[in-house]
């Protein structure tokens, strides 16, 4: 979410981010589902956006990549241990108790859970094999995406690094940090 906003003040908005999906369910599950099955149509599904972030997205970045070979990926990241703590908090969470929700939330929560499994995140995992998957992940996005289309980048590292690579001039004012563990609950949950 950090980086959504920070691209959305660079002018690089609307960004598509997860929570597009979860704000419009009917209409974007079946889109991320088809592309599950191999049947993506990325002008549809990211028409109105200028830029994505976040899952479903980083499950499709070789489809994505083969779609727009000129487009600049961004793979962000963070230590290994502090990302697999915070998955398995939230993420991995709420997908194991998928058969508990809603019916309402249950396509989405189905569809997330299919593209976070086809990223290598299947349900089960301890937090060793989550870390060893995140940097097998992070490994096999910088074999596909070249160098000069690529920035590895961590949140902390703030605003010189995203602009540089972006070519834009470093705005006024601090780096946007939110997306923290209460933020994701209160985002799945409506805001009750």
Aim: some cysteine; overall charge negative.
């Amino acid at each position: 979410m950090s980086l959504k906003l920070a691209l959305e003040q660079l002018g690089f908005g609307p960004c598509y981010h997860m929570e597009a999906v979860f704000n419009d369910l009917e209409k974007r599950v079946p889109q991320w589902n088809d592309a599950l099955a191999g049947r993506p149509d990325w002008g549809k599904t990211f028409e109105g956006f200028d830029s994505g972030v976040d899952w479903p997205i980083a499950g499709f970045y070789e489809e994505l990549y083969a779609a727009y070979p000129e487009a600049k990926f961004i793979l962000s990241t963070r230590s290994p241990d502090s990302w697999a703590a915070s998955f398995g908090a939230t993420i991995a969470k709420l997908l194991e108790e998928r058969g508990m929700a809603a019916e309402p939330m249950k396509p989405w929560l189905e569809m997330a859970y299919g593209v976070i499994a086809r990223s290598g995140f299947p349900g089960g995992l301890s937090d060793a094999e989550r870390m060893a998957r995140f940097e097998a992940h992070n490994e096999a996005v910088k074999q596909t995406i070249p160098a000069g289309q690529l920035l590895v980048f961590e949140v902390k590292q703030g605003w010189e690094p995203l602009c540089r690579f972006l070519a834009v001039d470093v705005p006024q004012g601090p780096f946007p940090r939110t997306n923290d563990r209460a933020e994701f609950w209160d985002l799945v949950s409506g805001g009750q």
